[in-house]
């Protein structure tokens, strides 16, 4: 072969072959098509629900109590209320609990005892239950059984909380993780006692992470229907929880409850109170996008 | 700028931890050139005050004996038996993975916490045996500094970085002047004085080794134990850390692990070869110290073959 042959078939090798073109446009399609329908029903879910509630939306439907006399003048208080409540509760219960176990499963469990791996894999799965296993789970242990609370507001929080348990540990132990090796070791060397390490540096380290994932767990917990459903929330009731010994209800609750009634007015009522439990949620979002921006730890 | 005038006490060398680790008080004048501590060798030495061919004798501040390191089954190292005496710095040389990085590690009980390591052999350290049931792995590592090989600023104020180690030692004082003092002594006191509260990692990768050093020596330790320190470093701040390592000599002593053999040999008065050894039946390999010396001798004039290949650059 010649200099000038070798160099042609290197050029042409070089060009767009028809054939992995058409490939690529294929997959192109198939990708925008898949976003595209995830869009397209997201919006039309959107629009439907704006729509319908909107109309709705007003002062008066944050401060009404929902009504079966007064269509036109019921409100969502009380499960506004609720739903900030269970958050809340959620929080003060799945904050700690979660975040020790994290720091015990990274930072002190022994990874070869049989009896940590077993921990580790059952929060895996645990993650993975459905949640109206955990409605289940509340309703035998929590509400009745053992601990006997009743349908009330500690319950609904405790279940919750159960609920999101596992996903806040997965969370803080991976930002736990992302704590470089290096970090402890200086502060091992400087004389910290393991606490101190993990107290000054670990936890610091990892906090904008912590942070995020919980908000995230929270809003994941105050969207969820069927465990509250099963522990017995009250429907439409017309009082805010006094106490954590109260009956309540919270937003996914009110709003499956109206969308069964005949009335249509309630069922635009539903659609208005998905319209709060959305800002709600991206509220949450927006504030968890905007501690890991401000905090995030760059190693 | 002399280190040495830094401090309001430069001579009490004394860090403030808890009595109990401390000094039993019998610590011998050895030359370093000698085998380790024997009670028949002390009563011998009594007697050789008057420092003949060697420097003047140093006081040991490190007595290692037959230590061996075991990272579960497999012995990482054997047999090291080395000395260090105050106010000098060695050098651990050797090819890689002949554990020189293992043995520092043993000096300030950090390999406690690599699970499954277990430490044989005695490492005394003014006259204590830090592997004693009696003692507390936390309370050695207050008065024992250490320097990575890769620079670990904690994700804080440079003046937080500092200010780390007095804080969880408990030290009293001025924490202020406990932050100057460590940064002038880690010559970088000029380069950060306006700038504390700015983040350590927005520092060059020299300056945040420097930090390291700055924030080991808060606490007044009396040896500084760096692993290869400018082995990620460019050459102008490999050469300001080894000028401060030549200052800092003056009041503490320096086991330094280094690649580097020309790093060695401007750095240390003594210098320790390890080389690898492999076992015949397993495919096993354990580090030993082929030979120990002053730095000179080990570069000019070495008494083992295996040394002589490896300063010179035949292998390794």
Redesign the interface.
Known sequence: MTGHSIARSAISGMRRGDKSNKRAFLFDVLMFGAIGLALISLLALIIQTVVKGAPDLSLQFFLNFPSRINPANSGAQSAIVGTLYLMLLTAVFVIPVGIATALYLEEYADKTRWWNRMIEVNIQNLAAVPSVVYGILGLAFIVRGPLGLGPVLLAGGLTLGLLVLPVVIIVARESIRAVPPSIREGALALGATKWQMVSRQVLPGARAGMVTGIILSLSRAIGETAPLLVIGAASSPRFNPSGLGDAFTALPIQIFSWTQDPNSVFVNQAATASIVLLGILLAMNGVAIVMRNRYEQRW | MSASTAGPNPDNQTPK?PAEVGVSGNVTDLTPYLPPVDSEYDLEMSDLTGPKEAPAPVEVIFDCSDVEVYYGEHRAIRDVSLSFGLREVTALIGPSGCGKSTFLRCL?R?ND?I?GAKVGGHVIYHGQDLYADEIDP??V???I??V?Q?P????KSIYDNVA??PR??GMEGDMDEIVERALVRGALWDEVKDRLTENA?GMSGGQQQRL?IA??LA?DPDVLLMDEPCSALDPISTGRIEDLMSELKERISIVIVTHNMQQAARVSDKTAFFTVEMAEDEKRRTGVVVEYDATDTIFTNPSDKRTEDYVTGKFG
Do not use: E
């Open positions: 931890a300030n950090m916490l699970p936390v309370q590592r207050k008065r500094g250490m990575f890769k670990n600023p904690f994700p780390f180690g969880v030692v990692f390291c924030r080991a606490t």
